[in-house]
C-alpha cells in the first residue's frame, strides 16, 4: 500500500523553527516530486512548496513562506522535510505532504500533521 | 498576485445535478493549467477527484465529471449521492513549479 505519513508538528512561538517530515512507503519515492500543502483551521487549502524528483535540486516555494521555508528530501530514507522558520501566527496549519504526478497534479496524500504557533 | 475563484458554496438535492466553477480574477483557464479537483471532508485529507481537467482519478464514481466551461474549469456531479457533501477545491498549475488552489466550494447534499 503507498503510504505517506506526516510527523513533527506541534506548538511552537512566533519566531521559532520547526521540521516536519513525511515518511514514504509502498512507491518508488527517488521518482516522485513531493510537495506540501497546508489548510489553516477552518480555511482552504493553500499550496506551500514542492521538491522534485531525483536529488531535488529544484525547489519552489509560495509567496508566503519564501525565504522562510526550505523543503528537502533524503531518499535514502524516503523521507521528505519541511524546514519552518521565524514562524508567526499565520503558519499555524495542518501540514499535508502530498505526491506530484507528472507536474500536473496530487495524486496520494497523508493524513497531516498539526502546526500551532503561538503569539 | 494570481487568484482562483470558486462558488463558495452550493445545495443540491440527492439525484440532482450540480457544476462547481474555477476561475481566475484575470484571464481565462484553460487546459494548459492543467485543472485538478479534489474533494475534502471535515478531519480528513483531501482525495484527489478530476485531474488534466477532465480525467477522473481512479476508483471515483462517474458521475463526477470535470470540463472548460467558458473561461473556467468546471466539476459536474450528476446524480447527487449523501457522501458528495463535502469541500471541493480546484488546483491550478501556473507553470514554473508553482500551484494555486481556489478558495473552495461547500457542496451541501438535501
Known amino acids: 500500500e503507498e503510504l505517506l505519513v506526516e510527523s513533527g508538528g506541534g506548538l511552537v512561538q512566533s519566531g521559532g523553527s520547526l521540521r516536519l517530515s513525511c515518511a514514504a512507503s509502498?512507491?518508488?519515492?527517488?521518482?516522485?516530486?513531493m510537495s506540501w500543502v497546508r489548510q489553516a483551521p477552518g480555511k482552504g487549502l493553500g499550496w506551500v512548496s514542492v521538491?522534485?524528483?531525483?536529488?531535488?535540486?529544484?525547489?519552489y516555494y509560495a509567496d508566503s513562506v519564501r525565504g522562510r521555508f526550505t523543503v528537502s528530501r533524503d531518499n535514502s530514507k524516503k523521507t521528505l522535510y519541511l524546514q519552518m522558520d521565524s514562524l508567526s501566527a499565520e503558519d499555524t496549519a495542518i501540514y499535508f505532504c502530498?505526491?506530484?504526478?507528472?507536474?500536473?497534479?496530487?495524486?496520494?496524500w497523508g493524513q497531516g500533521t498539526l502546526v500551532t504557533v503561538s503569539s | 498576485q494570481t487568484v482562483v475563484t470558486q462558488e463558495p458554496s452550493f445545495s443540491v438535492p440527492p439525484g440532482g445535478t450540480v457544476t462547481f466553477t474555477c476561475g481566475l480574477t484575470?484571464?481565462?483557464?484553460?487546459?494548459?493549467?492543467?485543472p485538478s479537483w479534489y474533494q475534502q471532508t471535515p478531519g480528513q485529507a483531501p482525495r484527489t477527484v478530476i485531474y488534466?481537467?477532465?480525467s477522473r482519478f481512479y476508483g471515483v464514481p462517474d458521475r463526477f465529471s470535470g470540463s472548460i466551461l467558458g473561461n473556467k474549469a468546471a466539476l459536474t456531479i450528476t446524480g447527487a449521492q449523501a457522501d458528495d457533501e463535502s469541500d471541493y477545491y480546484c488546483?491550478?498549475?501556473?507553470?514554473?513549479?508553482?500551484?494555486?488552489f481556489g478558495g473552495g466550494t461547500k457542496l451541501t447534499v438535501l
Open positions: 521538491i522534485d524528483s531525483g536529488s531535488g535540486v529544484a525547489t
Open positions: 484575470s484571464g481565462s483557464v484553460t487546459s494548459n493549467y492543467y
Open positions: 488534466s481537467t477532465k
Open positions: 488546483m491550478l498549475y501556473l507553470g514554473r513549479g508553482i500551484w494555486v
Open positions: 502530498a505526491r506530484v504526478y507528472s507536474w500536473d497534479h496530487f495524486d496520494l
Open positions: 509502498g512507491f518508488a519515492f527517488t521518482s516522485y516530486t
